[in-house]
T-cell receptor, first 115, second 110 residues
Framework: DVKVTQSSRYLVKRTGEKVFLECVQD?????MFWYRQDPGLGLRLIYF???????EKGDIPEGYSVSREKKERFSLILESASTNQTSMYLC??????????????FGEGSWLTVV | QKEVEQNSGPLSVPEGAIASLNCTYS??????FFWYRQYSGKSPELIMS????GDKEDGRFTAQLNKASQYVSLLIRDSQPSDSATYLC??????????FGRGTSLIVHP
């Protein structure tokens, strides 16, 4: 079975804190993604990675950074949390075949509240 | 800008009826199409994928793809209250990055 694990499910952080969201996948997938999801706005891509140490910006990278030191692990970092980053964060992975047939699998989500 | 459009709903159907969810996409080179179900407060889970024109059936679910018209649909037969959720359409084309629609809310009432 496909497994994407987000270790922190519910977090409450203070404005200005540095926040780490961790994600691990056990399918040996090449691609990993971080999305945020807000009511009425759908899924918005923050960053993605197609290989170890490789990353590319998505649609809303401002205020975020990522790290992928190992193939199975992709971390999202909020350098200085702000209240407008309160959201549900979803990690995902996909096998890595360029083109068709690239099913994406999601973790359970991390609910972040910044106060 | 690649776009995937879905009617936000809510789509309300009685229990036992067929629910029909539609999705249109803008990128003609799109190759892979996915339907996800998302319960409130949960993450999206994959229901079906479809790659070729025509119908693909899996239990009570049927995905339909028409590349010429650039739409993909999901039919849910014998709808159950447990099918009440938001359904997300996702499309991938020449890259591995999917484009998601904003989802259609489905309510199945007893």
């Amino acid at each position: 079975d496909v497994k994407v694990t987000q270790s922190s499910r519910y977090l409450v952080k203070r404005t200005g804190e540095k926040v780490f969201l961790e994600c691990v996948q056990d399918m040996d997938h090449e691609n990993m993604f971080w999305y945020r999801q807000d009511p009425g706005l759908g899924l918005r891509l923050i960053y993605f990675s197609y290989d170890v140490k490789m990353k590319e910006k998505g649609d809303i990278p401002e205020g975020y950074s990522v790290s992928r030191e190992k193939k199975e692990r992709f971390s999202l970092i909020l350098e200085s949390a702000s209240t407008n980053q309160t959201s549900m964060y979803l990690c995902a992975s996909s096998p890595g075949a360029y083109g068709g047939g690239n099913t994406i699998y999601f973790g359970e989500g991390s609910w972040l509240t910044v106060v | 800008q690649k776009e995937v459009e879905q009617n936000s709903g809510p789509l309300s159907v009685p229990e036992g009826a067929i629910a029909s969810l539609n999705c249109t996409y803008s990128d003609r080179v799109s190759q892979s199409f996915f339907w996800y179900r998302q319960y409130s407060g949960k993450s999206p889970e994959l229901i079906m994928s479809i790659y070729s024109n025509g119908d693909k059936e899996d239990g009570r679910f049927t995905a339909q793809l028409n590349k010429a018209s650039q739409y993909v649909s999901l039919l849910i037969r014998d709808s159950q209250p447990s099918d009440s959720a938001t359904y997300l359409c996702a499309v991938t084309g020449g890259s591995y990055i999917p484009t998601f629609g904003r989802g259609t809310s489905l309510i199945v009432h007893p």
